[in-house]
């Protein structure tokens, strides 16, 4: 979503309050399918200077809130935890739980990211 702001330097969001960024674009533009590469992950100081994590796996859906908060699931973390994810659910974008999920079961594919 971040990548659908106009401008071509959006450092400056980054340095903001990203996380209302992202839930302000998610309030005037719905995507129709969110789709998360989750091939290689990257825990720690991601998104750049992480580690690598083999994966393998793909997560889609139809609600960008419910398809983070699996992700952040996937993750080892509580959905609320993550900013972003909640402040779009408090405003209606998205469910952040009793969310249906097709495929492979979250205990499958479950890996405790490190934020160190």
């Keep these: 979503m971040f990548g659908l702001l106009p401008e ?12 209302k960024v992202i839930v302000d674009i998610l309030s005037v533009i719905k995507p129709a399918l969110t789709v998360i590469d989750g ?50 659910a408090s ?3 998205g469910k952040i739980d009793d969310i249906t999920i097709v495929g492979e079961k979250i205990e499958n594919v479950m890996r405790k990211f490190s934020l160190k």
């Design 8 to 19: 071509k330097y959006k450092m400056k969001y980054h340095l903001r309050d990203i996380e």
């Design 39 to 88: 091939f290689i992950a990257m825990e720690e100081k991601g998104p750049v200077n992480g580690r690598p994590i083999e994966m393998n796996l793909i997560i889609a859906g139809k609600d960008p809130v419910a398809t983070d908060a699996i992700a952040a699931r996937v993750m080892g973390f509580y959905s609320f935890e993550i900013k972003h994810i909640a402040m779009a």
């Design 91 to 93: 405003k209606g974008i």
